[in-house]
Each structure stands twice: as C-alpha cells, then as structure tokens.
C-alpha cells in the first residue's frame, strides 16, 4: 500500500504547485487559531480524503482540513492521519519548505508515513520499520548519521519558546544550526543530514506523524522531554508536548 499513498501525495502536490505556481493572489482565509489555510490546502484534502476513501475505506481519517469531533474519534486505535499541505506559511512566503504529510496510526504508533515535497518532487517514505528517500528516480535506503559538530535544525516559521530553545543550544556545546520549515526537519534528521530536531514549540499531531514514522524507521528517537516516545493515541487536544529528534 505504500507506494498507493506515495502516488496519492504526488497528486496532491501536484494540485498544490497549480495553486503556487498561479499569478493571481492567493485565497488566504484564517482559522479559530490564526493559523493560514489556503484554496491549496483544501484542494490536496479532497485529493488525499477521496484517495484514502477508496484504499482503505473502513480505516477513518483525521485530517488537519477536516478534524472530527472528540466524540467521534476517541475510540480510534487504527487511522489516518493527515497534513494536506504542512507549512503554509513556507508555501505563502514562497520558499518552497512545504509538504504533504501523511500517516497511518496504529494503538498510537506512526507505521505508515509519507513526506512529499512537492516543489523537489523529493518523497520520504516508511514502512515496516523501513525508510527511504525517493528523487530523480532514484529510491535510496534512510538511515540517521552522526557528526561532529552536529547539525541543529529548528523551525523556520512557527515561534519556539526562544528562552528554552536558546538555554538549550547553550548547554549542547558546539554545533551548527540550519533552520527548516514543515515536517523536513523530520526528514533532514532521517537522512543524516541533521542530527538533531528540539522542538519547545507547540505543534500539532498532523504536523508531526509522517515524519515521525520517516525518522523512526531511519533509526531516530522521536521523544517529549521526559524521555516518552512521541504518542498518536486519541486524545481531546490535537497539541503535541515538545520533543526531540535525535540519534539517542
């Protein structure tokens, strides 16, 4: 089913570089949070909820376009879970750091993710505890990489706890830090590029499932800062507790 949901990400970023590749202006609208959603983002949920309707139309979908209500959900132990177009803020600056996320939730456990960039046409993918990076027809294995001075990645758009971020990288002792938008931190890590994600920010569980599962299968630890591995398991908040993706 893997590469089903891989093609089924091409087509929704296919559908989002229609919308970023337009010159007219974008339609921008702003949820309760004030988070951005645009017509790019709406048109790769129907491609994914339809495509995910037709594969595996008993296993029910949480998407970030479409959340169902806590009544609804709090029994799921098998679901989708789904990102349509994960850092719009990237895709509305323009610089192309944005994906499709999507996961398969199993008892609170990413088993299934796919990572698309549609800009680079770079695919991640995990399976099976399993990872791989898909480009220019080539389909290579993923597996996370020390270095020294390790590489730092933080988020680019979305606002950490700048004293907690700051007080961290203080005491890491030397290092580099890039900074990233969207579930490609995930990514960077999985494929050694990076070796380590802190986030002291908040995010949500759509943002972080598919790379979760990319990272995981490569070999990274996805953790809360009490040394829990990161869980899907159906609560009322969507809001994840900070984390760290790193090799240990």
Same mark, same amino acid.
């Given at each position: 089913?893997?590469?089903?949901?891989?093609?089924? /990400?091409?087509?929704?970023? %296919? /559908?989002?570089?229609?919308?970023?590749?337009?010159?007219?202006?974008?339609? *921008?609208?702003?949820?309760?949070?004030?988070? @951005?959603?645009?017509? $790019?983002?709406?048109?790769?949920?129907?491609?994914?909820?339809?495509?995910?309707?037709?594969?595996? @139309?008993?296993?029910?979908?949480?998407?970030?376009?479409? =959340? =169902?209500?806590?009544?609804?959900?709090?029994?799921? &132990?098998?679901?989708?879970?789904?990102? @349509?177009?994960?850092?719009?803020?990237?895709?509305?600056?323009?610089?192309?750091?944005?994906?499709?996320?999507?996961?398969?939730?199993?008892?609170?456990?990413?088993?299934?993710?796919? *990572?698309?960039?549609?800009?680079?046409?770079?695919?991640?993918? /995990?399976?099976?505890?399993? $990872?791989?990076?898909?480009?220019?027809?080539?389909? +290579? @294995?993923?597996?996370?990489?020390?270095?020294?001075?390790?590489?730092?990645?933080?988020?680019?758009?979305?606002?950490?706890?700048?004293?907690?971020?700051?007080?961290?990288? &203080?005491? +890491?002792?030397?290092?580099?830090? *890039? %900074? *990233?938008?969207?579930?490609?931190?995930?990514? +960077?890590? %999985?494929?050694?590029?990076? &070796?380590?994600? =802190?986030?002291?920010?908040?995010?949500?569980?759509?943002?972080?499932?598919?790379?979760? /599962?990319?990272? $995981? $299968?490569?070999? %990274?630890?996805?953790?809360?800062?009490?040394?829990?591995?990161?869980?899907?398991?159906?609560?009322?908040?969507?809001?994840?507790?900070?984390?760290?993706?790193? +090799?240990?």
């Amino acid at each position: 089913m893997l590469e089903q949901i891989c093609q089924l /990400a091409r087509e929704a970023g %296919a /559908a989002i570089m229609t919308v970023y590749q337009h010159d007219k202006p974008l339609d *921008v609208a702003h949820k309760i949070d004030d988070s @951005p959603v645009t017509n $790019a983002d709406l048109a790769a949920h129907q491609i994914i909820k339809k495509g995910l309707a037709i594969l595996t @139309p008993k296993i029910p979908l949480l998407s970030e376009e479409d =959340p =169902p209500d806590w009544s609804v959900r709090q029994t799921w &132990q098998h679901y989708w879970l789904v990102d @349509p177009l994960d850092g719009t803020k990237e895709f509305l600056d323009r610089n192309g750091e944005f994906t499709v996320n999507i996961a398969l939730i199993n008892k609170g456990e990413p088993v299934l993710g796919v *990572v698309y960039s549609p800009v680079t046409e770079a695919m991640y993918s /995990a399976e099976n505890g399993k $990872a791989w990076k898909e480009k220019g027809g080539q389909r +290579l @294995p993923l597996r996370v990489c020390d270095a020294r001075p390790p590489l730092v990645v933080i988020s680019r758009s979305h606002s950490d706890n700048d004293n907690e971020l700051t007080d961290y990288l &203080q005491h +890491l002792g030397e290092h580099q830090t *890039v %900074a *990233v938008g969207s579930s490609l931190k995930f990514c +960077l890590v %999985a494929e050694g590029s990076a &070796q380590l994600y =802190p986030r002291f920010g908040l995010t949500n569980i759509w943002d972080t499932a598919a790379g979760h /599962a990319v990272a $995981a $299968a490569a070999g %990274a630890k996805v953790r809360d800062w009490e040394g829990k591995t990161l869980s899907y398991i159906p609560r009322e908040s969507f809001l994840n507790p900070g984390f760290r993706v790193s +090799l240990f």
